[in-house]
């Protein structure tokens, strides 16, 4: 049988998972370990951030203003703008399924 949701683990994640999910549209959950490494990673960026040294896309800019600092007070909106600027594709719209996968 299979399970009625995929729980992400950051391990063992399959091809056909990731087709339950994207076609049969199987709702993904964050396994309580899982969102703990993301925790303790997230807790990494921000030590390095407030360490006064100079972090590529975290303190700093991206792109052509590659080495501009970003003021602390600035550092979330900046990174929110920089994922949106990136959010763009060309060519026809692609399937739903397709998108989750």
Known sequence: MLAA??????RGVTIGDVVRVARSRVPVA?????????VAARGVVDRLAASGGAFYGVNTALGANTGKPIA?????????RAIRAR???????????????
């Open 87 to 101: 959010a763009v594709g060309i060519g026809p719209r692609q399937p739903v399924d397709v998108v989750r996968a």
């Open 72 to 80: 602390a007070s600035a550092q979330s909106v900046y990174q929110e």
């Open 5 to 10: 949701r995929i729980v992400l683990t950051g």
């Open 30 to 38: 964050l396994a309580d370990e899982a969102r703990a490494r993301i």
